[in-house]
C-alpha cells in the first residue's frame, strides 16, 4: 500500500505553490519598503525557551508540541510559531547592541499537534514580522500596518482589525486578581485545564475553545477596565497613529491571544469567509521577552499569519484566478536540423528570461502541437529543413489564431519583441 502523508500536513503543488510563491514575494516586497530584514532560525530549538516565552500554561506548550530528546538527553521542539526563536536569535547575535530599532522578518514551517481541520494543520507556515528595541506606540501602529498592507497589497478583502490591551505586568496581575474573583462563583462548570489555569494564570481561561468554559466566562469583567494610566494612554495612541493611517479597527476587549508574553497591544485580523478558524494574523508587543532569553529589557512588538489560512482566503474570494504559469512559447521542430534548431533558439530564449518550450519526448509534429495547446502556450512556431533553408518562419499567437512570418536568422530578438508587445 502507498504511503500517505501525515494527518495535517500539505502537499503544496501546480497552482497552490504558485499561490504561495506569490505570496511571499508580496510579502518579501512590503517588507523592503517598511525596513524589514530578514531571519531564518532553526527548525527546532531546545524545549525551554517555548516553555519559558509562549508560556507554561498555553494549549501549545502543554499539549501542541511535538518534542523529542536529542542523544544526550536533552529535550528539542519542533517550532510552534516563529517569536521565540527570532528573540533567542537577536539576543545570541549580539543584535541587542546595534542601532534600535531592529526589525525582522520570517517565513517559516511551524508544527502544532493540533486536531487538523481547515484552516488548522499540524504543520503550517507563517510570516511573521518582530520589531524589537521600541517602546512607543508608533512601533505597535506600525507593525500593524504592515500587516494591513500586506493582507491589502494581496488583494483580500472584509478582514476586520480588532484590537485590545492587556496592560503591563502590574495592570495584568491586577486583571488576574479581578479574573480569579469573578471565575471562583463558576468554578464547577470548568473543564480540568480551566481549573489548573485558574490557579496559575486565569487570564488562560478566557482562552480555552470549551463551549462550557466559554459560557461559563460570558460577562467576565473586561482587561480595559484593569489598565492603568500609562498603558491607557499607550493604547489610546496606537489607535490614533492607526487611525492618522487610515487604517480601520475595532477595539474588542475579549482578545487575549494564546500565548502568554503579551503585554499591552494584542490584535487579530480575522475574516469570516474561511470558516472557523477565521484569525489569518495574530500579533501584539512582547515587553518581557528579550529580558527572558537572556538579553536586556527592550520593547518588542511583531506578528504572523498563516500562509494557509491566506491561501484559503484568496481562494474563498476568487483572487487566485488570475494566478498562471503557461509557456510563452513552444518551438515544434520537424527533423534533425529543425530540432537542433529548436533546441538552440528555445535555450537562447530562456537565458533572455522567456518561458520557452520545445520537445523531449519524441513527439510527431501532430503530437508536439497538441502539447503546444494543452499546456496552454501563448506563441508557437514550428522549425523544419524547410524554414531552415528558407531562413524564414511562422510564428502563431494561440489564443489569435494570428500568424506572422520570421526571418529565422533574427528569430530570437523577434519573438522577444513580439512576446514583450502582448503582454
Ligand atoms: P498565533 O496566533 O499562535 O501567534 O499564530 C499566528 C497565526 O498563525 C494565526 O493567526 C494563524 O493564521 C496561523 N496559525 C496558527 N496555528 C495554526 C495552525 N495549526 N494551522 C494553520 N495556521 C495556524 C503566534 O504564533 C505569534 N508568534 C505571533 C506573534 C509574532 N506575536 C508577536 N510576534
Do not use: W
Amino acid at each position: 500500500m502507498a504511503v500517505k502523508k501525515p494527518r495535517g500536513t500539505n502537499d503544496f503543488l501546480g497552482k497552490n505553490v504558485l499561490l504561495l510563491e506569490q505570496i511571499e514575494e508580496t510579502v518579501r516586497k512590503v517588507c523592503k519598503s517598511f525596513g524589514i530584514g530578514e531571519i531564518r532560525t532553526p527548525m527546532f530549538e531546545y524545549t525551554e525557551l517555548f516553555a519559558r516565552g509562549v508560556g507554561e500554561t498555553t494549549d501549545i506548550v502543554q499539549k501542541e508540541m511535538f518534542t523529542f530528546e536529542d542523544r544526550g538527553g536533552r529535550s528539542l521542539t519542533l517550532k510552534p510559531e516563529g517569536t521565540a526563536g527570532a528573540a533567542r536569535a537577536f539576543v545570541e547575535n549580539g543584535l541587542i547592541s546595534d542601532a534600535q530599532p531592529t526589525k525582522l522578518f520570517y517565513i517559516t514551517p511551524c508544527f502544532r499537534n493540533e486536531r487538523p481541520q481547515a484552516g488548522r494543520y499540524k504543520q503550517f507556515h507563517q510570516f511573521g514580522a518582530e520589531m524589537y528595541g521600541a517602546y512607543d506606540a508608533k512601533a505597535d501602529a506600525e507593525i500593524i500596518s504592515l500587516a494591513h498592507t500586506i493582507l491589502n497589497e494581496l488583494g483580500l478583502k472584509n478582514i476586520t482589525l480588532r484590537i485590545n490591551s492587556l496592560g503591563c505586568n502590574e495592570c495584568r496581575k491586577r486583571y488576574n486578581d479581578t479574573l480569579k474573583t469573578f471565575i471562583s462563583k463558576r468554578l464547577d462548570c470548568l473543564c480540568e485545564d480551566c481549573k489548573q489555569r485558574y490557579e496559575k494564570n486565569p487570564l488562560r481561561v478566557l482562552d480555552c475553545k470549551n463551549e462550557n468554559c466559554k459560557k461559563a466566562l460570558s460577562g467576565a469583567p473586561s482587561v480595559l477596565d484593569s489598565l492603568d494610566d500609562e498603558c491607557k494612554t499607550h493604547f489610546q495612541k496606537v489607535q490614533e497613529y492607526l487611525t492618522v493611517m487610515g487604517i480601520p479597527f475595532e477595539v474588542d476587549s475579549s482578545i487575549v491571544r494564546g500565548l502568554d508574553y503579551y503585554t499591552k497591544t494584542v490584535f487579530e485580523f480575522v475574516s469570516d469567509q474561511i470558516g472557523s478558524q477565521g484569525t489569518v494574523c495574530g500579533g501584539g508587543r512582547y515587553d518581557n521577552l528579550i529580558k527572558e532569553c537572556g538579553g536586556s529589557a527592550m520593547g518588542a512588538v511583531g506578528f504572523a499569519m498563516g500562509l494557509e489560512r491566506i491561501m484559503l482566503l484568496k481562494q474563498a474570494q476568487g483572487s487566485d484566478d488570475q494566478i498562471e504559469d503557461t509557456p510563452d512559447i513552444f518551438i515544434a521542430s520537424i527533423g534533425e536540423q529543425g530540432e537542433k534548431k529548436a533546441v538552440s533558439i528555445g535555450y537562447s530564449l530562456r537565458l533572455k528570461g522567456i518561458k520557452a518550450e520545445y520537445d523531449t519526448m519524441g513527439r510527431s509534429l501532430k503530437a508536439q502541437m497538441k502539447y503546444a495547446d494543452k499546456i496552454g502556450a501563448k506563441f508557437n512556431i514550428c522549425i523544419g529543413d524547410d524554414d531552415i533553408a528558407s531562413d524564414c518562419v511562422t510564428v502563431k499567437n494561440m489564443e489569435s489564431g494570428e500568424k506572422t512570418s520570421m526571418k529565422l536568422s533574427n528569430i530570437t530578438e523577434e519573438i522577444i519583441k513580439t512576446i514583450k508587445e502582448n503582454k
